[in-house]
């Protein structure tokens, strides 16, 4: 929920890395982004969530809330 500035060249950015977007919201561009392996990030048995978020909070500026659960928890 809110509203990310940086929406417009963080899509940009998932374009050129090969993700495609339907719609023109904040939240497909959030879930793209949380979705892919940051550089330098070993995954190799299971995502590394707390690189992907912190990846997606350095990438995005705004005004913002999200609620993640993962295998470990909320």
Request: with cysteine; hydrophobic share 35%.
């Given at each position: 929920?809110?509203?990310i500035?940086?929406?417009?060249?963080?899509?940009?950015?998932?374009?050129?890395?090969?993700?495609?977007?339907?719609?023109?919201g904040?939240?497909?561009v959030?879930?793209?982004?949380?979705?892919?392996?940051?550089?330098?990030?070993?995954?190799?048995?299971?995502?590394?969530?707390?690189?992907r978020?912190?990846?997606?909070?350095?990438?995005s500026?705004?005004?913002?809330?999200?609620?993640?659960?993962?295998?470990?928890?909320?």
């Open positions: 929920n809110g509203t500035t940086t929406c417009k060249s963080m899509r940009q950015d998932l374009m050129k890395r090969g993700y495609g977007l339907f719609k023109d904040d939240i497909e959030i879930g793209q982004f949380l979705a892919f392996n940051p550089e330098n990030c070993d995954e190799s048995e299971k995502p590394n969530w707390v690189a978020i912190s990846s997606f909070m350095h990438a500026d705004g005004s913002y809330s999200l609620v993640i659960m993962t295998e470990e928890g909320i």
